[in-house]
């Protein structure tokens, strides 16, 4: 089993509607969770922490599910501009030192 | 946020012959540099943390005889591929975090590397 799991999509998205994907980790010491945007050959750029209670940033809202081990994103009033690939990265345990663990990405196409 | 620069952003080169790619933190000094590659449509898996002033950790699999890290100063970690063959074309992003015990890490804008 992959320690952070994803669906790869595409998920196709029509401008104006929500969209919300999930992320499985193995690793239930894990401490922190985050999403990341990637475009195409870009760097990944940090999109949001995840924090225990669900947080929210604008039209992006978080949730960590810690009894499931999974935690998900929802994207409110898609724009044309939220088509990436949406990485979901875990931070294994402290003893393991300060190390990312990305999942395989989730595909967000975006359409008019 | 940080700023983390990295020179090349693109290079081709001949099989056999070795880059040396440069990884920078702009406006801050960090402790620790991860180096990691993407092959196309998969996801970035990391090759080796690097801390200020000491040898590298290297994850399983990663060859430390063919990805020289060398992270002489806080603010400049370099990655050589030595020897590069085809299959080393890949893109390779560095990162940088300001503490050992800091979660945050910033990506540099990676180097598209190709090997004929």
């Known amino acids: 089993r992959k320690e952070v799991e994803q669906d790869p999509g595409p998920f196709n998205v029509p401008e104006g509607a929500t969209v919300a994907f999930n992320c499985t980790y193995s690793?239930?010491?894990?401490?922190?969770f985050f999403w990341y945007r990637q475009d195409c050959r870009k760097e990944p750029k940090l999109l949001m922490s995840v924090y225990s209670s669900g947080n929210e940033d604008g039209r992006f809202t978080a949730q960590l599910n810690r009894a499931s081990q999974y935690i998900s994103l929802l994207i409110r009033d898609s724009k044309l501009s939220d088509s990436a690939t949406y990485l979901c990265v875990v931070n294994p345990p402290r003893t393991a030192g300060n190390k990312l663990t990305f999942g395989g990405g989730t595909r967000v196409l975006v359409k008019p | 946020g940080a700023v983390v620069s990295q020179h090349p952003s693109w290079v081709i080169c001949k099989s056999g012959t070795s880059v040396k790619i440069e990884c920078r933190s702009l406006d801050f000094q960090a402790t620790t540099m991860f180096w990691y590659r993407q092959f196309p449509k998969q996801s970035l898996m990391l090759m080796a943390t690097?801390?200020?002033?000491?040898?590298?950790?290297?994850e399983q699999g990663v060859e430390k005889d063919k990805f020289l890290i060398n992270h002489a100063s806080l603010t400049l970690s370099t990655l050589t591929v030595t020897s590069a063959h085809p299959e080393d074309s890949s893109f390779y992003i560095c990162?940088?975090?300001?503490?050992?015990?800091?979660?945050?890490?910033?990506f540099g804008p990676g180097t598209r590397l190709t090997v004929l």
């Open positions: 690097s801390n200020e002033g000491s040898k590298a950790t290297y």
């Open positions: 990162s940088a975090a300001s503490g050992t015990g800091t979660d945050t890490q910033y």
């Open positions: 690793n239930s010491a894990s401490q922190s």
